[in-house]
């Protein structure tokens, strides 16, 4: 006789999800692909489309982008430094988007902007950081201060 035993599993490790950092330009990209999408998706079907296992819609889920960009500003005042998390999971939102896109029709500008962004964040997944959260939204951590150049060449 053979008993049935529970197969052993190496403890789990509670996993931090990876977040890219992207810039407020690549932001604003975003967010005009997926409003482009979800016109073009409305002219062919009625009603919203959902992202997600929270079933966000397009508008939602640019409310969040946003405001995890005010938490950004706050760790990192300057435009320009400033980095927003987008978390891997998240790019599917972009990748439907890209879909939709090609499904109906969108002009080739809009498409080729999305498939180089989408590019552009795949790219970025080798450089994903630790976030922390302000208020319950995700901002990445200030970075550390750079060591001064005489002691970077020893």
Do not use: C
């Not at 509670?14 to 810039?23: D, K, L, R, S, V």
């Not at 967010?31 to 508008?59: C, F, I, N, Q």
Request: glycine share 6%; proline share 7%.
């Amino acid at each position: 006789m053979f008993r049935k035993t529970q197969p052993i599993s190496a403890p789990s490790t509670p996993e931090q999800p990876e977040a890219i950092a992207i810039t407020l330009d690549e932001l604003a990209a975003l967010e005009g692909a997926l409003l482009e999408a979800d016109r073009l998706r409305r002219s062919w079907m009625d009603g919203p489309a959902y992202y997600g296992v929270k079933l966000l819609t397009v508008h939602d889920a640019i409310a969040l982008l946003y405001q995890r960009a005010g938490a950004a500003s706050a760790v990192q005042p300057d435009p320009q430094r400033a980095r927003i998390p987008l978390y891997r999971h998240e790019m599917k939102w972009l990748a439907d988007a890209i879909l939709s896109m090609e499904r109906h029709w969108a002009r080739d500008g809009q498409l080729s902007g999305a498939r180089n962004l989408h590019n552009r964040f795949n790219a970025l997944l080798g450089q994903a950081r630790a976030i922390t959260h302000m208020g319950g939204v995700s901002v990445f951590t200030p970075e550390s201060p750079q060591l001064p150049d005489a002691r970077r060449s020893q």
